[in-house]
Structures are given as C-alpha cells and as structure tokens.
C-alpha cells in the first residue's frame, strides 16, 4: 500500500511540475497604489497624496523613472491637440480626417476649461528626487538606482484640474450632461519590460500599464455617487445601491463623503461621479456582481429599460462569454454612464451611447484582451481592438440567438440530438470583411504592426486595428480548423493573463495547439499589407478524369479548401495545405469527405488537382466555400456547370 501511495504521490509531483513548466517564464514589474484624493467640485479641481510601492522584477539596475500625466494633453498646442488638428487638414471621401470627438475643440479650451496634472513633490525612500515634466510624461533622474529584484517606496503630492470632456475623460459631457468621467486621472507609472521604458506620450491612443493592487480613498461632495474600478470597501457607511441588504444607512453629518475602493492585480483605476446616477445591481449565480450607473432622462422610460437591459444581458451571455474565453477573475463589474462612445478599463467601461447592448458587449470583452492580459495597445492595438471585435460579435450574436429577438432561430435549427445549429459564421463578420477588402485595395493601408499613433490616417487605423484584427482569428480558423482556434484562444488565456503577451507569443500558442508553423500567417498578415487571392484558372478533362487548374495572383501564400458538387448532389472538399505550415488542419465537417493533398509550394503559382470523375459529373467547383479566407478577389473562386 505504501508503495502504490509513493508511486502516486510521485506521480502527481510530475504533473504539477510539468504544468508549473509550461507556464511562460516572463518577469513582470510590481506596483502598489495607495492615493487619497480631495475633490473640489466647484472649482472642478482635486489634490492628492499617492503612495507607490514598486517592485523590480527585471534583471536589470533602473536610473530613471517615468510616469504619465494623461490630463496634461488638454491644453492647447499640446501633442494631442495639433496630432488632431493636422489629421483634420486630411480628406478622406470629402471629410476631415481628425478625431470627430476631439476636432479642434483643445485649442478653445479657457484657463478653467484645461486639464492638468502638476506634481509637487516626490521622493523615493523618504529622499526628494529631481525630476521634470515634458507634457504628459514626467522623468524622474533618481538619486540612487533600484537594483534589480529590489523594492522602493515613491510618495507624491500632486494637483490636478479636470478638463471639460474632450477624449475618454473629463467633466460636464455635453451629450450625457455626466459630471466627471476619470480615467487616466493620476500619475500613473510607466510600464518597463523587456524592451525599456515605455513613456509614450497621449497623443490619442491606447495604453500599457504596470500590475499591482490600488486602494483609493476619493472624498467628495456627498450628494454625488460613484463607481468604477475595484471593490467598495464601506459600502454600509456609503449607501446609494453598495450597502448590504436590509442596511440601513446613516451617512455622516459631514458634506462630504470618502469612498474606499481596493482593486487587486490590474494596471489601471477608473471612477466616475455624479448627483443624479441612477445604480442597477444585478448578480451572477457564484460570480462576480454586476453594477450600472446611468443618468435618467425625464420621461423617457426607454432609456431606462435600456441601460436595466445591459445588467441583465451581462447576467445572461457570462456563461458563454467564460466557456469560449476564460474565468472573469473578479468579484464585479460596473457599466458606468460616461465618457464618449466607449471606453474599457479594469472592472469596468464608460459608455455614453447609443447602440449601447453592443457597445456594452464590446467594452466587457476589452476585460479579457486589454483588462487581463494587458497587451501594450501602442504597439499591437489589433490584439486588443481586434480580438475584442471578433469576440464581442460572438457575443452578441449567443445572446441574440438564445436571449434576444432571434430566439426563435434556435428552436427551428438544431441537430439530431437536439443542439442548436449555428449559422455560418462568416455570417457575423461578413460586412468587416468587406470593409477590410475597401482599405486593402486602397493605396492608404498600413500594416497591423505600426505603432497606434503613427497611423497615418485615422479611419485605416480604426480598420486595421479593429477589422483586420477580427479577420485575423476568423481567418485562422480556416487555417488551424475553428476548434482548434477556439482551443487556441483559451490556451492563450490561461497561459498568459497578467503577463503581457506580444504577437510572438500569441502564435507560439497557437503553434502549439495546432501542431503546425504559423509564423508565416505572422508575418504576412501583420508585418506587410501584402493580399490574398486566388482564383480557378482552368477546368478540363483529361483520360476521363477532371482536372482543375488553381491560380494564385495575390502575394499572401494559403491552404486551399476547394469544394467540389456533383450533380448527384454529393460534395467533397479537395484540402491542399500550405507547405510553411508542416502540418494540416483537422477535418472540420464530417459530413462531407475530405482528400487531403500535397502541400502547395508557396513559390508555385499554380497547382492541379485530379478528381477521379469525369468533367459532366461535376455541379460546381469552389474555393473556400466557407468564405473565412480574406481573399480579395472571390469573383474567380467559383465555377458553375450546366
């Protein structure tokens, strides 16, 4: 007996150690957050005293530090203003190309109107430090290097002025009437990693942060009511929808409140403030609770029911959302009236509307791929933007298939064993598809791999990051077979959340799950603005066999799925892999046979492939019949016969 137990015992110590194994072995830097903010809501100003405890988990001696000070860009002639200014000189389709939300409206803005951040003192470990501001990023030259693997305490005073709404953040939104939307509200440290610092200035887009916890006490004017990032941690003292049930709440004499919120292992903290926010709770059986903040509109019941929707939708699709893309690892999640369009952070999105279900859809699943896994957006805003994209259509078509207006559809479409039947998929991303073709024979496209805001136009930036990141894991799943894409997706979770992951390893992962070379989907699709397109050059037959000639005139080399009908009314699939792959996808309809062909050479530019059946046997001919491969020129991909 004791033998089998050692036997087992040394059994499970292997496989632990192997799964320890796996894990990606990347450091990470640390910080700890711990701010005391005053809120003056008259003169729309606010001081605050932050404590941060940094970690360096690096290899490597620092001798500076960085930090951004986001509310600095809403002055004028600041790189934000004349970046949308000058992109605004720039036509696209008769129309100026600027940032329609941010125009030219900074240089307007009067003393009163402009967001700063100063900081007033610093030290580190007790010790003042030099340091100097250039816009939006502070430089701090320390008087003593962190050593490698060591830990520093930084104590800062600092002001701040809260501009009127412009981009993602300000005061008194003119759409929404909402009073404070603060996001990038703190001097928040910059990311350093394997490559460097990253002090990248706000000039419009996306962000990269540090992991660590926040405990954040905001004190303001009491009628006002909050929410955001983190967990409310006197919530009974506070009252207006966080107290416990059956609480009673007696707030303080005082005319301001102080609101404690902890948020553990995110890299940013978002909070939004007004009198009159309405707070809708919902809660998921044994996950997170749900919170939604949104102003009333005087007689306009629909405007609540749509913002009581989006709580209860959030309810419905989480099932799904964690079957096909990982845990939410935390305990709630707030939808908050606010910003300007949508705009993800930790545990919570600004949302002003309209088209607020899909909005709220999209937002929720920037937790994933922006909030859990923290890709650096300046430099691969299409894992962020572009996986959000694809997976919000997933989304929301499972809730309006299963919850929504198309219910109906899955009650008339299901299989043997009573499963709903989806339709294709393409369905979904059918129209990205084609705005993507428009941009790609355009002479303005830029490769996914360019920096966000070194985009030269605004709009390619907004399809390319957005549309042709979506079409990257659609596409892939013809490539590797959908399940296989979608196993794919969850081993990139698991493997890295809270790690920063790049392209690399992105395709690493998906190498792995798929057992094939994909570093050349990589370097096509992401690194070049090089196309897909094939064609049918030829049909004939040849010794009572049909042969059929393939052509390839684009420059990004593909497997091939070509379907053959025959009038009989039977199909196959001729599959001819790729050779960079050095491998070949899994069948994925068992209901129609599939032959499996040499690999086609990339450097080839046709192929031919023999059917064992004569030419007047055959209905029709087509490549990729599931329309998932991006080829720009489908008109050739199909040959009918009488």
């Known amino acids: 007996m004791k033998k089998i137990f050692l036997v087992i015992l040394i059994q499970a110590c292997f496989f632990l150690t192997q799964n320890v194994l796996a894990q990606p072995d990347r450091w990470q830097q640390r910080v700890r957050y711990e701010m005391d903010i005053k809120m003056d809501v008259v003169r729309n100003q606010f001081t605050g005293k932050q404590k941060l405890e940094y970690t360096n988990n690096s290899p490597d001696t620092l001798f500076r530090v960085f930090y951004h000070l986001y509310f600095n860009a809403f002055q004028p002639n600041s790189m934000m203003d004349m970046r949308s200014r000058e992109s605004g000189k720039i036509n696209i389709n008769g129309s100026p190309d600027w940032d329609q939300r941010i125009r030219d409206r900074i240089q307007h803005l009067q003393p009163n109107e402009i967001g700063y951040q100063k900081v007033l003192s610093l030290k580190m470990n007790g010790v003042a430090q030099n340091f100097k501001t250039d816009e939006t990023i502070l430089e701090v030259k320390l008087n ?61 887009r996306e962000f990269y942060g540090v992991w660590g916890d926040f405990d954040v006490k905001i004190t303001i004017d009491k009628k006002y009511v909050l929410g955001g990032t983190g967990y409310l941690q006197n919530n009974n003292e506070i009252g207006y929808g966080y107290e416990s049930p059956g609480t009673k709440v007696t707030r303080s004499s005082s005319p301001t409140l102080t609101w404690r919120f902890v948020a553990p292992n995110v890299h940013d903290f978002m909070w939004a403030a007004d009198p009159d926010y309405k707070h809708v709770v919902r809660n998921v059986p044994n996950g997170p609770t749900i919170h939604v903040l949104y102003k009333t509109k005087p ?73 859990l896994l923290g890709t650096n957006e300046s430099e691969y805003a299409w894992m962020d933007e572009g996986f959000t994209t694809y997976a919000d259509a997933l989304v929301s078509w499972h809730y309006d298939h299963v919850f929504g ?130 064609g049918i050059d030829s049909v ?79 209905k029709a001919v087509e490549i990729d019949p599931t329309k998932r491969m991006a080829d720009i020129n489908s008109r050739d991909n199909k040959v009918d016969f009488k």
């Open 144 to 204: 003593n290097p962190i050593l490698p693997r060591s830990k520093v305490i930084f104590d800062m005073d600092f002001e701040a002025q809260v501009p009127l709404q412009i981009r993602r953040s300000g005061r008194d939104n003119p759409e929404t009437g909402v009073r404070y939307s603060m996001s990038q509200w703190y001097p928040k440290l910059c990311e350093y990693d394997r490559e460097g610092w990253h002090p990248t200035p706000y000039v419009g």
């Open 299 to 371: 007689n306009n019941p629909a405007n609540d029911a749509e913002w009581t929707k989006v709580a209860d939708a959030a309810v419905q699709v989480l099932p799904f959302i964690e079957k096909n893309f990982g845990e939410y690892p935390y305990k709630q999640y707030s939808f908050i009236q606010g910003g300007d369009g949508g705009m993800e952070y930790p545990m919570s999105t600004l949302l002003s509307g309209p088209g607020l279900q899909g909005n709220a859809f999209h937002e929720w699943m920037h937790n994933w791929y922006q909030g």
């Open 540 to 618: 004939w037959e040849e010794s009572g066999k049909t042969k059929i000639r393939l052509k390839r005139s684009g420059k990004i080399p593909m497997p091939i799925d070509l379907q053959v009908s025959y009038k009989d009314g039977s199909k196959e699939i001729q599959y001819i892999p790729l050779d960079l792959m050095f491998g070949e996808k899994p069948v994925e309809d068992e209901t129609i046979p599939r032959k499996t062909n040499d690999a086609w050479k990339w450097t080839h530019p046709n192929y031919t492939i023999e059917i064992n059946k004569k030419l007047s046997d055959v």
């Open 405 to 534: 207006p198309d219910a109906a559809f899955l009650k008339k479409n299901v299989d043997a064993n009573g499963n709903p039947v989806k339709p294709e998929l393409p369905l979904m991303h059918a129209k990205n598809y084609n705005t993507y073709f428009a941009v790609a024979k355009s002479e303005l496209e830029e490769p996914l791999s360019t920096h966000a805001d070194h985009f030269e136009i605004n709009t390619v930036y907004k399809i390319q990051s957005y549309i042709k990141g979506e079409v990257f894991l659609e596409q892939l799943g013809y490539i590797t077979g959908s399940q296989v894409r979608d196993k794919i997706l969850l081993e990139y979770y698991r493997l890295w959340r809270y790690k920063h992951p790049d392209v690399n390893d992105f395709i690493q992962v998906a190498e792995k799950a798929s057992n094939m070379k994909l570093d050349w989907y990589r370097e096509y699709w992401v690194n070049t603005i090089k196309t897909i397109d094939y």
